[in-house]
């Protein structure tokens, strides 16, 4: 039952982004949307990507194994530097009509340092993707009882991913995170019930990571 509603829910993402993609007539709307999303679909990117497989998976099990210690560095540091970088850099890259990040080193420096620093930008990102992934693939493979293996579970979920962005750009991935944030928020706010409730209380399980 799990699996199928995962399996819907994958298949009703690619249409959404798939829907999307009509608002695309150019780069500047597959790259940034047209510079027009609303700030609630601004709102629902940030905490969908950063709130993913590997947050509610990995992250759990680091703050059952090492307590509240165990967060310091993400999610707590990670929210951080996102509300620091909105604070400081965001309006000033955004007056600057950047495609992406790369640009602002291409017209600060030259091209040499805009490669060399979107490399950078790249190869650190490969760890966070990999684990989103990771987590994906774990997922299928607990929900159909070792039926999909991991690496058949990380093909599909990288797929879909895959599809709906190539598909409609930042528009697609702009409607299908604000529907990812609504099913987060509802999941979570279930199974957070759900849990403490089994724990005990909140007060047993603020015991438990101190």
């Given at each position: 039952?799990?699996?199928?509603l995962?399996v819907v829910?994958l298949?009703?993402s ?9 608002k695309v007539?150019s ?10 999303l609303?700030?609630f679909?601004?709102?629902?990117m940030v ?11 990995g ?10 210690r165990g967060?310091?560095s993400d999610p707590?540091?990670?929210?951080a530097?996102?509300v620091?970088f909105?604070l400081?850099f965001a309006l ?18 030259n091209k040499?340092t805009?490669?060399?620093l ?5 190869l650190?990102?490969?760890g966070w993707?990999s684990a ?9 493979n ?7 293996s ?5 093909v599909?979920g990288a ?5 709906y962005t190539l598909v ?5 991935v ?6 990812q944030m609504v ?13 403490t409730?089994?724990?005990?209380g909140?007060?047993?399980?603020v015991a438990a990571?101190?």
């Open positions: 039952m799990l699996l199928a995962v829910y298949l009703v690619i249409g959404i982004g798939v829907a999307a993609a009509r007539h780069a500047s709307d597959f790259i940034t949307a047209g510079r027009s609303p700030m679909m601004v709102i629902a905490f969908a990507t950063w709130f993913g497989a590997e947050t509610v998976l992250i759990s099990a680091t703050f059952l194994d090492e307590g509240f967060l310091i707590l540091g990670a929210a530097c996102l620091l909105g400081i000033p890259l955004y007056r600057m009509k950047l495609l992406t990040l790369g640009d602002f080193f291409y017209y600060r420096y040499k805009e490669m060399v979107s490399a950078c930008i790249m650190s990102y490969l993707v989103q992934v990771t987590a994906l693939g774990l997922v299928f607990v929900l159909s009882e070792g039926s999909v991991m690496t058949a579970g990380m599909i797929g879909v991913v895959m599809i409609g750009g930042m528009w697609s702009a409607v299908t995170t604000t529907v099913v987060i928020v509802a999941g979570l706010l279930l199974v957070t019930s759900s849990a409730n089994m724990a005990g909140v007060g047993e399980v990571a101190a």
